[in-house]
C-alpha cells in the first residue's frame, strides 16, 4: 500500500514516531497441511525457490496446501504421479500423471497449490521453481530535526491501500538507552515480513551529516 498516518484521536502531546510502508513486499511462499514436513521450500535468490515433495516416492493420503505470491512465474523440473488420482492443482489446472507440466504465469496476488494422493498406489513426486516479480521495498519519512520531541517512546506503523487512509494502527514501544548527539535527520523500515497484511523488520533511524 501506499503509506499512511494514523491520526492521533485526542489532543495529547506527540509521543510517537511514524512509519511508512510503501509498495508489496517479497512474500516467501509456505506451506500448511498435514503432509507439509514432506515438502521442501528451499530458496534459490531473494525472489526465487526450489518447492518440491522430491522425486524418491511419496505416501498415500498426502495433503498439503503451499501459498505462494504472485505475480510470477512457476517452471516445473520434475513430475510423476498415480495419473488420474494424485494431483497437483494451482491456477484452475489439476495436473496428474507422468507429463511434466507447462510454465505458468502466476497472476498478481495470493494463490494455493494444492497437493493431495489417494489411498492407493503412489508415484515418485514432483519439483517446480517459483520465482517472484515482486520487490522488497524500503519506507523513509524525512523529519524535520526541531519538531523532534524529546519524550518520544512509540513507533506507529500504519499503511494504506488504493488512497483510501485505513483505520488500524500497528504501534511497539521503542526505548533509546544511547540518544546520539547528532540530529536525526529520517527514518527507514524495511519490511521482511514474508506474509501478506503484516510487516515486521528493522527500523533505522539516520543521522544528519557532520557537515551541516
Known amino acids: 500500500g501506499i503509506g499512511g498516518r494514523c ?8 509521543t510517537s ?11 516467501t511462499p509456505f506451506c500448511s497441511g498435514d ?14 525457490w526450489d518447492i518440491s515433495r522430491g522425486m524418491s516416492g511419496y505416501y498415500d ?31 484452475g489446472y489439476g495436473f496428474s500423471g507422468w507429463d511434466l507440466p507447462p510454465p505458468l504465469e502466476v497472476p ?29 521495498s524500503n519506507a523513509e519519512i524525512p523529519l524535520d530535526p526541531t519538531s523532534m520531541p524529546e519524550d518520544a517512546v512509540l513507533l506507529v506503523v500504519s499503511e494504506r491501500d488504493d488512497g483510501v ?6 504501534s511497539v514501544t521503542v526505548v533509546d538507552y544511547a540518544p546520539p548527539q547528532e540530529v536525526p535527520m529520517w527514518i527507514s523500515l524495511q519490511d521482511e515480513d514474508p506474509l501478506s497484511g503484516l510487516i515486521s523488520g528493522e527500523v533505522t533511524v539516520h543521522r544528519l551529516p557532520a557537515s551541516q
Open 7 to 14: 491520526q492521533k484521536a485526542t489532543d495529547d502531546p506527540i
Open 17 to 27: 514516531l511514524e512509519v511508512v510502508s510503501i509498495g508489496g513486499g517479497s512474500s
Open 35 to 48: 503432509s507439509c514436513g514432506y515438502i521442501g521450500i528451499t530458496p534459490l535468490s531473494d525472489t526465487a
Open 61 to 91: 493420503d498426502e495433503s498439503a496446501t503451499i501459498y505462494i505470491q504472485g505475480p510470477g512465474k512457476v517452471v516445473f523440473t520434475r513430475f510423476g504421479t498415480e495419473e488420474g488420482y494424485d494431483y497437483l492443482r494451482l491456477l
Open 108 to 136: 498478481e496476488g495470493s494463490h494455493e497449490v494444492v497437493w493431495s494422493s489417494d489411498y492407493t498406489e503412489t508415484g515418485e513426486g514432483w519439483s517446480f521453481t517459483f520465482t517472484t516479480d515482486s520487490v522488497v
Open 165 to 170: 487512509e485505513l483505520s488500524g494502527c500497528a
